[in-house]
């Protein structure tokens, strides 16, 4: 069992930056892909991010390429997301999530699931 709790939502203009953290406790952190996902009111979960247990394979989605960057401190138990140069479209809430296995972007087979954090860009 792991349990996740995301945190570093809020409201931001655009341009502007948040640094999302997912804090992982119960079993061994590093064994597990973390991912990043989500979902605007009315909208299907969606994959942003992933990165495999010793962060040497990292996935994006194409919208957040070049302005998002995930990444793990498996010694602090620890996933963050940094976005930057955030759009009214990035507006959601966001999840982290966790899998046994290799990276996927498919919400489905992810395990585990934090209760989301609310990212609300501005125009």
């Known amino acids: 069992q792991v349990q996740l709790e995301e945190s570093g939502g809020g409201l931001v203009q655009a341009g502007g930056s948040l640094r999302l953290s997912c804090a992982a406790s119960g079993r061994t952190f590093s064994d597990y892909t973390m991912g990043w996902f989500r979902q605007a009111p009315g909208k299907e979960r969606e994959f942003v991010a992933a990165i495999n247990w010793r962060g040497s394979m990292i996935y994006y989605t194409d919208s957040v390429k070049g302005r998002f960057t995930i990444s793990r401190d498996n010694a602090k138990n620890m996933a963050y997301l940094q976005m930057n140069m955030l759009k009214p479209e990035d507006t959601a809430a966001y999840y982290c999530?966790?899998?046994?296995?290799?990276?996927?972007?498919?919400?489905?087979?992810?395990?585990?699931w934090g209760q989301g954090t609310q990212v609300t860009v501005s125009s």
């Open positions: 999530a966790a899998r046994g296995g290799d990276y996927s972007p498919r919400p489905e087979l992810y395990r585990y």
